[in-house]
């Protein structure tokens, strides 16, 4: 005669085991986030340390973007990332947002490195939550030569 508990140990087994799993991965994607969000921050601050003293006739965004690709950080996908900046010839003209788009020698200057994060598990799930897309801005004053 068989017992009316015959496999309930594999019923708990799976129901156990089923939202452990679950909660690790959303551990390992909150990792992932953070790192990336971290590695960004490390990328666009040392990148900008690099590209500081500049010529009027220099494309500063373009060695800025090479300044980034060089890096080879991990778990970036480098053509996700954007770069825009803007450019103050003065501080009144950063207090009063007054830039232009392109350098010619001015004396600040604004940089936004944006990255558009995909979860790594579940496909789609950030793009409602507003995470699936990291801005970084660094603000950095050239010095002339």
Known sequence: MK?????????????TMLPFFILLLLVVELCRFMLT?????????????QVVRMNA???????????????????????????EGRYYEDLEALVLNQYDSDYRGQMY??????????????????????????????LVAHERR
Not at 37 to 49: I, V
Not at 57 to 83: A, H, S, T, V, Y
């Open 57 to 83: 006739k220099q494309d500063i965004l373009q060695l800025l973007r090479q300044e980034i690709d060089e890096q080879d950080w991990p778990l970036f996908n480098n053509g996700k990332m954007q770069l």
């Open 109 to 138: 200057g604004e940089y936004r490195l944006t990255y558009d994060y995909q979860m790594l598990f579940i496909e789609g799930m950030g793009d409602a939550s507003g995470i699936n897309k990291f801005e970084r801005t660094v």
């Open 37 to 49: 969000a971290n590695l960004l921050d490390a990328a666009l601050s040392t990148a900008a340390r």
């Open 3 to 15: 017992s009316k508990q015959e496999g309930s140990q594999t019923l708990e087994f799976t129901l």
